[in-house]
């Protein structure tokens, strides 16, 4: 299969998860015979430096022409006071390819239970996706200004805004184990009354999966507190964003949380749910987990299966073997992960794929 993807690699740890995830797409290419080409795109804060914008024009009209679009991370401190920052770039370019639903599965590896910060029995077989509605809400609606002595954000969410994002996770319901978990704070926020009652209206269409509404306080907690119950769990943007950085430390480290932002036509893009950690940034301590399973989730969307499964059989022999980043209480590096990485991915073809 012939795969054009469009690399952002961005900043901070960016440039050595990508190698990572290059790295491996190479050896999947070579194992299962297909042609990944990529491009190399400014973007973020390197794409500020030297172009003076964050998501330069070049680099839209690549991602849109590509099948897919693989990111790293963007920001730092060096841009965190700038006219323009990185992160003004990935919503622009999530907006420009209509990225409305952000796919971000939380599963727990048995062999890691132990890893996470939470008791073992509370963790054990968690598994379930959070569906974060991605291209609107605060983070995009006007007005949103600051002066001196006020600022002003606004919250707003059209019908059809809600409807596309619910209908999704519906669906996505559907193949799991049929609970949907709508979050939002109905008891306060218009918008979220709104939402509820759209979620409503929707379980009619769809009666077979079980609903339940939760406040957004409520569900932080009971992410804590009982993760097992949770199966797909669909909310808007910015409580979406919160909520998933705290399910990542279910799994033990926030380098564990892949993601797939979809529009349901034209090229999706897989990043990992972290940033650019810059305080480990060119170190080669970075965990290159959460950017493999995103490629992982990209080869699925391609139908590409068993090599999804050789990326994420992989993992699990790495860290079954004692390779664990520094995040997770190991030594490994890197550049030293993705090389054990490659080496399972052979063992795995070796060992049984149909050529
Ligand atoms: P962060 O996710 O970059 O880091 C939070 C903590 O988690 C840090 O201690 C970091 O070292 C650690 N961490 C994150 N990913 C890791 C990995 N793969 N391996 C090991 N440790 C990891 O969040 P932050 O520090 O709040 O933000 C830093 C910058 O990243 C900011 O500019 C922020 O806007 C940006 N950011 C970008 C994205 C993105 O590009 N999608 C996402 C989140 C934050
Ligand atoms: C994420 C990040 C982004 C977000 C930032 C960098 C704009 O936190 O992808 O989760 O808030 O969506
Ligand atoms: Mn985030």
Not at 109 to 118: A, F
Not at 292 to 319: C, G, P, Q, W, Y
Request: charged share 25%; glycine share 8%.
């Amino acid at each position: 299969m012939n795969v054009n993807i469009a690399c952002l690699e961005g900043d901070g740890i960016g440039p050595e998860i990508m190698a990572s995830a290059i790295e491996v797409l190479n050896t999947i290419a070579e194992i299962f015979y297909h042609q990944f080409t990529f491009s190399h795109n400014l973007f973020g804060g390197h794409a500020i430096d030297e172009t003076g914008t964050a998501l330069p024009n070049e680099t839209l009209q690549n991602c849109l022409a590509a099948d897919a679009v693989l990111l790293a991370a963007v920001g730092g401190p060096k841009w965190d006071h700038g006219v323009e920052r990185p992160e003004s770039g990935l919503l622009r370019l999530r907006k420009e390819l209509n990225l409305f639903a952000n796919i971000r599965p939380v599963d727990v590896y048995d062999e890691l239970i132990n890893y996470s910060p939470l008791k073992s029995d509370r963790v054990k077989d968690v598994s379930f996706v959070v569906v974060r509605e991605l291209t609107g809400g605060i983070y995009f609606s006007e007005p949103r200004f600051h002066t001196e002595n006020e600022a002003t954000d606004t919250l707003s969410y059209s019908r059809e805004e809600i409807e596309r994002i619910v209908e999704y996770a519906f669906s996505l319901a559907k193949t799991r184990k049929g609970k949907l978990t709508s979050v939002d704070k109905a008891n306060v926020l218009e918008s979220s009354k709104l939402w509820r009652k759209i979620v409503n209206e929707m379980n009619k269409k769809h009666p077979e999966v079980e609903v339940e509404h939760v406040l957004v306080d409520a569900a932080a907690m009971e992410i804590i507190r009982n993760p097992r119950r949770f199966d797909v769990i669909v909310t808007e943007n910015l409580f979406g964003d919160i909520l998933s950085d705290e399910a990542s430390m279910i799994t033990g480290s926030l380098g564990m949380l892949p993601s797939a932002s979809r529009s349901g036509n034209g090229p999706s893009l897989y990043e990992p749910i972290h940033g650019s950690a810059p305080d480990i940034a060119g170190l080669n301590k970075a965990n290159p987990i959460a950017m493999l399973k995103s490629v992982s989730m990209m080869l699925r969307d391609f139908n590409l299966h068993e090599e999804s499964k050789s990326i994420e059989s992989a993992i699990v022999k790495t860290f079954n073997n004692g390779y664990l980043t520094s995040d997770l209480g190991g030594d490994t590096t890197t550049t030293e992960f993705t090389k054990h990485v490659n080496s399972y991915i052979e063992a795995f073809a070796v060992g049984g794929v149909n050529r």
